[in-house]
């Protein structure tokens, strides 16, 4: 089955700066990768998602990039915000209906 | 849009009850529903997925008749932690998807068994 890896498990940043998480998947067949943002107590919020056929994606201070060839996709922060800070989910799927495979978890903090 | 809800937010029972916990895509239809557990500082567990109309496809290891799944509708799943104990004691999110790409995740509900 798929299985995804994220790194860092903890990211902390100055504000203003920017923040990149990194993941890797396993299955050639994934061909879409959403990003979530939980905040403390709460559910995932979808921020950004990419799927296979397009190699780079942005809105406004968020971008995600795709590289199929060597199975990794990137959540990129620009100027960071203190409330950017949460945890970062990414996940792989395959075709419709199927489960997504989540990464473990980025704790990221934005200091002031 | 896209909007999940889930109900109640937070709920403490007694050990041996049974807790019901509701899950409602607002502003769409969704054709699938995903039910997650998720203890502290972790990723999101998979339990089950459910489609309307259709009994619950369960993860392995996840006891189907502990935690009954219901999707009744378009718009409503539920699930029932049965003869609830301490160890069942959890952050449960579902998550719903018109599509069946993208999941729009409620806002969670805790559970404490006590």
């Known amino acids: 089955g798929e299985n995804v890896e994220q790194h860092p498990s903890t990211l902390s940043v100055q504000e203003g700066d920017s923040a990149v998480i990194k993941c890797t998947y396993s299955?050639?067949?994934?061909?879409?990768f959403p990003w979530y943002k939980q905040e403390l107590g709460k559910g995932p919020q979808l921020i950004i998602d990419?799927?296979?056929?397009?190699g780079e994606k942005k809105d406004q201070r968020i971008a995600v990039t795709l590289n199929k060839t060597a199975k990794h996709f990137s959540l990129h922060i620009t100027e960071t915000q203190p409330e950017d800070s949460a945890v970062y989910f990414c996940?792989?799927?395959?075709?419709?209906?199927?489960?997504?495979?989540f990464g473990t978890g980025t704790s990221l903090t934005v200091i002031p | 849009g896209a909007v999940v809800s889930q109900h109640p937010s937070w709920v403490i029972c007694k050990s041996g009850t049974s807790v019901k916990i509701e899950c409602r895509s607002l502003?769409?239809?969704?054709?699938?529903m995903f039910w997650y557990r998720q203890f502290p500082k972790q990723s999101l567990m998979l339990m089950a997925t459910?489609?309307?109309?259709?009994?619950?496809?369960?993860e392995q290891g996840v006891e189907k008749d502990k935690f009954l799944i219901n999707h009744a509708s378009l718009t409503l799943s539920t699930l029932t932690v049965t003869s609830a104990h301490p160890e069942d004691s959890s952050f449960y999110i579902c998550?719903?998807?018109?599509?069946?790409?993208?999941?729009?995740f409620g806002p969670g509900t805790r559970l404490l068994v006590l």
């Open positions: 998550s719903a998807s018109e599509t069946g790409e993208t999941q729009y």
């Open positions: 996940a792989a799927s395959m075709d419709t209906g199927n489960q997504f495979y």
């Open positions: 502003d769409f239809q969704a054709t699938t």
């Open positions: 990419i799927r296979s056929n397009v």
């Open positions: 299955d050639s067949a994934s061909n879409y």
């Open positions: 459910s489609n309307e109309g259709s009994k619950a496809t369960y």
